[in-house]
């Protein structure tokens, strides 16, 4: 038994192989001209534009051609033939309603449109002809972003970006990419599981969306189908954090300086220095505690609080691939895209909804999503100094050393790069400029760390490093 989406692709099949057959009727002015459908209102189908398929409609093969022109394309392809003939699909009198329910996004490259096209794209077109007899709107996914080196030749990652058409730039952190779209997903639950945890309701289901139907005895029409609208919007399944689309370079020179606060009742406060060239590690860390557990005396009340612990450092190497997938990460984090309905959604049209055309007004909006916090939060901040020792690029990142949270996903990368750390003699020093460019340690909670605190403590790891980088070192120790 054949599926209708089996039907639709063997459809356009013939109308691809029996393109010789219908040359004769395209010549002729009079068969070729369009023939309107009869009005549609949305959530509703002419006949003349109904799925058929023992008799498929022009449109229908137009959009089987188009559907296999897209899965013929190559990776380098220019995409504009394939736009302008969805384009013009989308012109023809059984699509045009779509405009109605979503406007069609604009895609930074091919590989964000053919993402969108097998996300839900194709399906949200199809539903012209396939849905919309069932009261069933199909709601498209979002475009993803890109971030590329064309347009972007003073953008701060510059040295990272790829050419649009470059088939050959940015293979070697292609697997980072898709792990990230991978995983990041699982934190998100993760996080909402978290939450729920910590929040008393773990052991209950979460409870059922409120139905989106508006009364229909309230507002007007287009009240009523944006109300619906947004109400459908804020219920869509949306991603809270997805990485731009590249492809990029793996980062592979220079230093990414860290300092900030790990843990939060027994905490490490730190600065360190990675090479993204060999891996190169130099570490300062001072082990603190907040004092929560009962102390033996006043003086270890007084050598918790003040930072009187001694400072540490390490010296040695990371493995380098871990480093650099984690600091491309931390690169591209500040670019990532927020709430992405990464799928097409169908939704039943209520009966309080009129099966109309929203004609004019505001487009209906999407709610950000909520991401909690507390005082237990502590960040690094990062900064990526070049071997001529000027920064680059900087940021911050939680560090959380799980996939706890969606947003702590740069910093759990970080900590399974520190995980591969081996001490020994490291193969590079950083520049002193370098170890300067060390943002000032903060990511704390005011309560658990006043400024002068964190001020001493700062100056203790900034000597420690320099006096690592500049004494001798010995394999054996």
Avoid at 17 to 28: E, F, I, K, Q, V
Avoid at 213 to 219: A, L
Avoid at 277 to 284: D, E, H, I, K, Q
Avoid at 348 to 357: G, I, N, T, Y
Wanted: charged residues 25%.
């Amino acid at each position: 038994m054949w599926s209708r989406s089996d039907l639709r692709i063997f459809v356009g099949a013939v109308g691809i192989l029996s393109a010789a057959d219908t040359g004769a009727r395209a010549a002729d002015p009079a068969a070729a001209a369009v023939v309107p459908p009869a009005p549609s209102r949305l959530g509703q189908i002419p006949p003349e534009c109904r799925f058929d398929a023992e008799k498929p409609s022009d449109d229908q093969r137009r959009l089987n051609e188009l559907d296999f022109a897209v899965r013929a394309l190559d990776d380098d392809a220019d995409p504009a033939p394939v736009l302008k003939q969805l384009a013009a699909l989308l012109e023809r009198p059984c699509f045009r309603p779509l405009a109605d329910i979503a406007p069609l996004p604009s895609f930074g490259s091919l590989r964000a449109f053919t993402r969108w096209w097998f996300a839900g794209g194709e399906s949200w077109i199809s539903s012209a002809l396939e849905w919309r007899d069932d009261r069933v709107v199909v709601l498209p996914p979002d475009a993803r972003k890109v971030l590329a080196l064309d347009g972007n030749a003073k953008h701060p990652l510059a040295p990272l970006l790829c050419r649009l058409r470059d088939p050959h730039c940015g293979h070697e952190t292609a697997g980072w990419l898709e792990r990230a779209d991978t995983l990041l997903p699982v934190a998100q639950e993760k996080s909402a599981r978290g939450f729920a945890s910590i929040s008393g309701h773990s052991e209950k289901p979460a409870p059922a969306p409120a139905p989106c139907d508006p009364p229909s005895t309230e507002g007007t029409p287009d009240a009523r189908y944006l109300a619906w609208r947004a109400c459908v919007e804020k219920q869509r399944p949306l991603r809270q954090f997805m990485l731009p689309l590249g492809p990029f370079r793996a980062p592979v020179d220079g230093w990414l300086v860290l300092s900030g606060r790990r843990g939060h009742y027994q905490f490490s406060d730190e600065l360190a220095a990675y090479d993204l060239a060999t891996g190169a590690a130099l570490r300062a860390r001072r082990q603190g505690d907040l004092g929560i557990g009962r102390a033996l005396d006043a003086a270890e009340v007084a050598r918790r609080r003040t930072g009187q612990r001694p400072v540490t450092t390490d010296r040695g190497r990371v493995a380098v691939d871990a480093l650099r997938e984690a600091a491309l990460t931390l690169l591209l984090w500040p670019e990532a895209q927020r709430d992405v309905a990464f799928t097409r959604t169908a939704v039943k049209v209520p009966m309080s909804v009129d099966l109309r055309a929203q004609t004019a007004g505001p487009v209906p909006t999407r709610p950000p999503s909520v991401e909690y916090s507390s005082s237990g939060d502590t960040s690094f901040a990062w900064t990526w100094v070049g071997t001529d020792g000027r920064a680059r690029a900087s940021g911050t990142f939680l560090t959380s050393s799980g996939l706890g949270r969606s947003r702590g996903y740069p910093g759990w990368l970080m900590s399974l790069a520190e995980a591969t750390f081996e001490r020994g003699c490291p193969p590079a020093k950083p520049p002193r400029a370098a170890l300067g460019r060390a943002a000032p340690l903060a990511g704390v909670s005011p309560i658990d760390a006043a400024p002068e605190e964190l001020d001493t403590t700062e100056l203790a790891l900034g000597n420690a490093l320099v006096k690592a980088v500049d004494s001798p070192c010995r394999p054996d120790r």
